[in-house]
């Protein structure tokens, strides 16, 4: 499996279609960022990773600073949202190797795609047994 998405994640191409739907995506989901860095969620997890704000990548709508690694996750734990679990990874990466543009809408779409995959490859008798995601 792990070939399979290594062969799809290198020969991805993206439509014009593509493009104006993660556009549209990454907006959203910078709103849904900023709208939860309010939440108790947030503030739990941001409370437990100890951030110090010495770091070099800054928070979304949150005056921190920390690691590229803690910023995701902290930005992450807004929505379950496959983009807002999506994004801060790859702008994270993007702090320590700048990407741009194609690179980015392009890393996105085969992450949504790969997301979709396994989550499609898993049950859902997860939900059943009460794992959810941490803000529900």
């Known amino acids: 499996m792990t070939l399979q998405f290594a062969e799809f994640a290198v020969s991805a191409r993206l439509t014009s279609q593509m493009v104006d739907a993660i556009r549209w995506a990454i907006l959203d989901c910078f709103a849904v960022i900023l ?16 951030v110090d704000g010495q770091g ?8 921190w600073q920390t ?8 930005n992450a734990a807004v929505d379950t949202h496959p983009t ?14 700048p990407v741009f543009g194609q690179q980015l809408l392009t890393a996105y779409a085969v992450g949504f795609e ?22 529900h």
Do not use: F, K, M
């Open 35 to 50: 709208a939860g860095t309010s939440s108790e969620v947030v503030a739990r997890v941001a409370d437990g990773l100890v």
């Open 84 to 97: 807002v679990v999506l994004l801060p990874a790859l702008l994270a990466v993007s702090n320590n190797r």
């Open 67 to 74: 690691s590229p690694s803690l910023e995701a996750l902290i």
């Open 114 to 135: 790969l997301i979709a995959r396994l989550g499609e490859s898993v049950t859902l008798d997860h939900y059943n047994r009460g794992a959810l995601h941490c803000n």
């Open 56 to 63: 070099i990548v800054p928070v979304y709508g949150i005056n």
